[in-house]
Nanobody, 115 residues
Framework: QVQLVESGGGLVQPGGSLRLSCAPNGTISRIYGMGWYRQVPGKPRELVARILNSGITNYAFSVAGRFTISRDSAKNTVDLQMTNLEPADTAVYYC?????????WGQGTQVTVSS
């Protein structure tokens, strides 16, 4: 079964930057958008950023101006460039491929912002 594979998480100091990447390990069809979500223990998963096939992007208010989502539609990959990171950005970040017939989720990558 095809899976989304995330990479790029890790430990970074406040004010630092990280770039998350997500790619499928096979072919996924009928995608209409891709995105990144995050979750901390005890809280629901929340949208960080998403990008539709049209190129339209949406960002959570808390990351607007600091994070940038980009996508290679030909390869169905999606990246998240995160700058000026804050401790509140600490979470497990999940990649999503939204598609007709059912979404695909990655298994998550940990991002920890701490001095």
């Amino acid at each position: 079964q095809v899976q989304l594979v995330e990479s790029g998480g890790g430990l970074v100091q406040p004010g630092g930057s990280l770039r998350l990447s997500c790619a499928p390990n096979g072919t996924i069809s009928r995608i209409y958008g891709m995105g990144w979500y995050r979750q901390v223990p005890g809280k629901p998963r929340e949208l960080v950023a998403r990008i539709l096939n049209s190129g339209i992007t949406n960002y959570a208010f808390s990351v607007a101006g600091r994070f940038t989502i980009s996508r290679d539609s030909a390869k169905n990959t999606v990246d998240l460039q995160m700058t000026n990171l804050e401790p509140a950005d600490t979470a497990v970040y999940y990649c999503l491929a939204a598609r007709i017939g059912g979404d695909y989720w990655g298994q998550g990558t940990q991002v920890t912002v701490s001095s």
